[in-house]
């Protein structure tokens, strides 16, 4: 009547499913909040949620990866230009044509879940160790030998990005007068 | 609407009101001032003062000659001494009196001493503003010296009340000379111990060098004073161009720097503190005997065991006490060379017991428009350290 | 550069030793209510009014402290001593002599004035109080202090205890 | 009714089994309790510490009057806060307000919980780690979290509606990500030298060694980083009482207030111990014989007390020459001390 | 030089616009009439010889229990800081109406002091960036440093009229 | 949980994205829902690599982090540059092409 395994698979799908639904739940308020600070803080929570989302599907490295890099960067970012240039609420308004491209996203969003429906997806036998799956050994392997490009691309994307940041951002205002 | 909405950057100009005072940290008492900020940088500051306003000009037209002298210590509550100097003689020029020589050598002691705690205080408060929050406390040790000297010799630390119109108001005692030697023997690696902390330490060239500077010509202009002004290249000492008390007597340095920036304001200071040393030390070598009063019964209080023998005396007392100084009628200024600049007062008498006008000439308050004005284009963290740089004490600026 | 780096570490490196050094150093303060400090003689704290050596007040009621005080917190009123039962030696005494120690700045100027040694002030510091009418001192508070001929003029014109 | 017994005797049966089962999941539990009590409770023996320290280097006595040596005047400080009103600005955002401290002190203990201070023993046939949780990647793990920490700095600042606290809040969350990346180069060139991102292999690692001789450039490079990371002096900018009055707390009052001090003092352990775990040999004794534990929390003694060596001596940098320091000192020097480091490691 | 030679210069040079001079206590004093405040300011600035390039201090006076004329009076303290000599220049100022011209575009240090003449005596100085008040609140009314300001007096509380706490301020005239 | 939860999830988060894009007009938010629809792709492909037991997923959700944090930046500092030039921030009001 109790079987271990299926009280802790039980328990793993509770917590799967109450975390994605917070996700979900989280970016609804992203969308929803007209408060730029609030917005930001349900994408944080939204962030932490798909960490943990990763962590349950044996991906811990890109989760702790998913933590430093979105949340402690890119949301900081958020926050830091947020109270620079302020957070002034919205007013929010419908026009015909939001209206139209919202329903064609429900559309949209009907599609997708039709395509749930079709049939898992067949695993691929024998490829990986599981006792490294997902930890950055594994991903480090992966990454240096398999998809080295890729890999290479994306540092030169980031090294352009922090180029052209710096020629964007650094507006010119008078060189400090030393007094 | 809230700062959150409106962000740093206001909605219909790029900069930021920031109000820093009256009741901030590093104010320096109750200075206000209004700075446009773009983002950490300070576009305009426009200074507040009167919120230590007590009116003690229009209160001394009120008062005899010698009621004035406590009052002056509340002025520049960190160098009492300079502005009862200043005060008495103003009205000794009046009065037309000579101060015998055992007197003046105390007032250069007392101003002497009273310009090193003033320093201390000032080193100990900029460091702080600065962030270096031990030397505050090593310069209060020693200022507490300083203190308890003025205790022995006068009853109080601070409002010592000490120098009169005649002379000074009780002679020295054996311990508190003792006293002094101690102190000027031991101070000296003291002061040297803070240079070892802050002079060569980078963070604290990099917080001072360069930062509020004044060029010769804008430090004239802006009526900076006193170690402010030396430290932009002007070699002007009241104690050496104009010399009063007998500062002739003694020979010491003035420090000139030539940058004007903080830095230079501070090594101004230490070096003034060295050089206040050497000429109390001067003092203390040749100390003259003689009385430390003037000796005439209408200016000074007769001493008093002659009360209990001599009548005269005694009427001279009670005729003085009850009266007062009767000043001839005209007007005079004696500026002399207070630890932030000139101080001087500026006396109008029509020839009665009580002064028609008193108007002190007081360096911080002449040195706020110049401050406010080194700093457009600095950094909100270098506000402080130009306040700090500057010394300026709120009793002083408003009166 | 990389001197002026070294000159930097070790001059933050200096700076730390200072601190060290002093931290090995005895500290300065006193523990306040237990060690108090000995006030120099001259010390202008709490006001008395001082006893003869026959034990009679030594204020004449003369108000030269009241006209001398810049704030005006002495209040003198003298009446004539029964000559069967003088309070003082004089023809005269104080029968009301009131100091408001709130308005007081503590500037000696009445104990300066006074022709007869009867107002002092003293290292009396620790003035605190919760109730500001305390503050008014009447004479019975005044003279509660000096037992008589605890005080002289000493040869440099002030007031000095007499250590017994 | 025979079933209900039946399921009764089930039921027992499963629970005892589970327990056993889940000896490991009870001990966890227990050692997080006693690791977060034990990390709340040394807030304020630290707080002791640093006053009767900065007491000393000021040639005074510090607190001595609470209990002996004033060891009781963070309890009394503490109970003061406790009881003070709590006063919140009519015009700022209540529910952020209340939210900012509890993000710094949760995220401050939760950072703590992948530090091991100790070599696993045996109790009972159970083998117990000395530390809260076993994450492969613990380093990781506390970057990711202290990282979290900043929220609370900013959230606050943004929160309190007052310009102090937003440019300090602003200072916070700049100065936190520019360190965070000094710090993290600074740690990897150990991480590359052991080839794992646990905190337990480092000091296995360190066994005959410490780390600080063979890297002390990174040695220097992770506390100076590691000290603006928790935002003491010299870096103290966000709160930088001269400039900002308090920073991002200067509007939170009693035991609100205390949270961020807790938190500021939690992130000083777990960095002390950071230093500690990947510099100075962990636990590793080093022939002199004492407890490993005992070695492991005197090391991170020794570095709070330099923490408040450095606050009682230096003034404070100015925030432009904190953003030039880390962008152009510490991080260069980090890549370059990086680069030495693979180079040997491969060569 | 000397105040003697200071006072003999000026009153070669602007023997026409001074109105007086006086050597009291050894002091070179000058007195000027607003309206040439200007150019005498100018001329002692730039003379090579004079060459006053501190401004040490403006005070006002208010001369109104002397009974003479001109009631106020605006005092300039000037100081050459290469020659060390020193000069204070009198400028009497009408009671109705009084002002005077500004130094400030000469000297960046007279613009508190003048704005405190302001403030202080109710002398507007004419051509000023900022003629508001100064020390005293925004919103004051009066001029306190004159001499016909209503004063107030406190009254000190002692045992007979113990009971004196609230009513600290009372309007009295003033003791000396 | 089934594949089928993953997918709902992960096309829910992705539709609210698109939706907020559309819908809001301060580009700040537009840009927080363009991170909800990366992040959204970020979670199917981690999800299914667990499915597949393959990395390449995981090292695809990598290589998007990487656009994601740099495409933040490069918009942040755009959106910085028109407020800084125009001094407001609402995209229905951006539309001349003059600064």
Known sequence: MFDLATVFEFTRDTVIFTVGLTAVLASLGVILCSSPIYCALYLISHMICLALLFLLYNAEFLAVVQIIVYAGAVMILF??????????????????????????????????????????????????????FGTAKAIGLELYSKHLVAFELASALLLVAAVGVICLAKFSFAPLKRR | MSVTEQGLLERDKDTMTLNMGPQHPSTHGVFRVILEMDGEVVKTAEPEIGYLHTGIEKTSENKRYVHVIPMTDRLDYLNPPGNNLAFCLSTEKLLGIEIPDRANALRVIMCELARIASHLVWLGTHALDIGAMTVFLYCWREREMILDLNEEISGVRMMTSYIRVGGVAKDATRSWLDGILDFIQYFPAKVDEYERLLTKNPIWLDRTQGIGSFTREEAINWSLSGPALRASGVNWDIRKSQPYSGYENYNFEVPVQNNGDIFDRYRVRIEEMRQSRSIIQQVLENLPGGPYKDPDNKVSLPARETLHTSMEALIHHFKLVSEGISVPKGETYVPIEGARGEVGFYIVSDGTNVPSRVKLRAPSFMAIPGMCKMMEGCYIADVVGIIGSIDIVMGEVDR | MLQATFAGVKNLLIGMGVTFRNMLSKPVTLQYPEVKRTMPARYRGRHFLNRDEEGLERCVGCSLCSINCPVGCIHVVSAENDPNNPVSKGERYAEVYEINLLRCIYCGYCEEACPVDAVVLREHYELADYDRDNYIMEKQDLLVYPEPNEFRVNILGNTERVNK | MDWVTKFLDELWDFIVQSLSDNVPLIVGSVKAIVIAVAVMSVVPGLVWLERRLMGRFQVRLGPNRVGPFGFGQPMADTIKLLFKESIIQSSADKFLFHLAPAVVVFTAIVAFAVIPFGAPFEVFGQNIELWGANVNSGILFVFAISGMGIYGMVIAGLSSNNKYSLMGGLRSSAQMISYELSLGLSALSIIVLTGSLSLMD?????????????QPLAFLLFFIAGVAETNRAPFDLPEAEQELVAGF?????????????????????????????????????????????????????????????????FPRIRYDRLMTFGWKVLLPLCLLNLLITGTLKVL | ??????????????????????????????????????????????????????????????????????????????YSIDNQHSIRLRVGIEEDNPSVPTVSNLWKGALYPEQELFDMFGINVEGHPTMERLIMPKDWEGFPLRKDYPLTTETVAFSHNRDFKSELVKSKPPTR | MGQEFVLLISSSVFCIGACGFIIRKNPLIMFMSVELMLNSVNFLLIAYSSFLNSLDGQIFALIIMTVAAAEVVVGLAIILTIFRTRQEMDVDHINALKG
């Open chain 1, 79 to 132: 926050l830091f230009i947020i109270a620079l240039l302020g957070g002034k609420k919205e007013v929010q308004e419908l026009t015909f044509e939001r209206s139209i491209a919202v329903a064609f996203i429900f559309t949209l969003l009907g599609e997708l879940y039709l395509s749930a429906t079709v049939g898992p997806t067949k695993q691929i036998e024998g490829k990986i160790n599981p006792e490294i």
């Open chain 4, 202 to 214: 480092m000091v296995v690692a360190q066994e005959s060694v410490p780390f600080i001789l063979i």
């Open chain 4, 249 to 313: 707390h200067t509007e939170y009052t009693g035991m609100k207030f205390a949270m961020f001090f807790m938190g500021e003092y939690i992130n000083m352990v777990t960095m002390s111990a950071l230093v500690t775990l990947l510099f100075l040999g962990g636990w590793n004794t080093y022939g002199i014989p004492i407890w490993p534990i005992l070695a492991f929390a005197a090391k991170v003694v020794f570095l709070l007390c330099v923490f408040i060596w450095l606050r009682s001596t």
């Open chain 5, 1 to 78: 030089m000397t105040s003697e030679e200071i006072v003999k210069k000026i009153k070669e040079n602007l023997a026409d616009i001074v109105q007086n001079t006086d050597l009291p206590q050894g002091d070179a004093v000058i007195f000027v009439a607003p309206d040439s405040l200007q150019s005498v300011a100018e001329f002692l600035k730039n003379d090579a010889d004079l060459k006053f390039d501190y401004l040490s201090d403006v005070r006002g006076v208010d001369y109104l229990l002397e009974e003479r004329e001109p009631r106020f009076e605006a005092v300039y303290q000037l």
